[in-house]
Nanobody
Framework: QVRLVESGGGLVQPGGSLRLSCAAS????????IGWFRQVPGNEREGVSC??????SQYYSHSMEGRFTISRDKNTVYLHMNSLKSEDTAVYLC????????????????WGQGTQVTVSS
């Protein structure tokens, strides 16, 4: 089991930036990949981006590519969010995923608790 702890959420004005962190520990292997998701109450969980810890290969949801960037430093994965909009308001969670083409956001079963991001003036 991989333990995941998110941090970095908060209140930001439209057009602003935030960096979220997902610290992973536990049963991490060379095949562990981490994905960022977001969820708004009443909506399905939406995949944002994922990255393979071994080689840094990454994928993005088409709707968020360009504004969001994923990166990693050892076993911590970051989501850099720029030009934030009110519709980006959500709980952002990280989870272990397949992160392969066609199965970018297929869950491997581990989830963090999430961090709230609110974009508002």
């Amino acid at each position: 089991q991989v333990r995941l702890v998110e941090s970095g959420g908060g209140l930001v004005q439209p057009g602003g930036s935030l960096r979220l962190s997902c610290a992973a520990s536990g049963a991490i292997t060379d095949f562990t990949s981490i994905g960022w998701f977001r969820q708004v109450p009443g909506n399905e969980r939406e995949g944002v981006s994922c990255i393979r810890l071994r080689d840094g290969s990454q994928y993005y949801s088409h709707s968020m590519e360009g504004r969001f960037t994923i990166s990693r430093d050892k076993n911590t994965v970051y989501l850099h969010m720029n030009s934030l909009k009110s519709e980006d308001t959500a709980v952002y969670l990280c989870g272990t995923v397949w992160c392969t083409r066609g199965n970018e956001f297929t869950s491997s079963g581990d989830w963090g608790q999430g961090t709230q991001v609110t974009v508002s003036s």
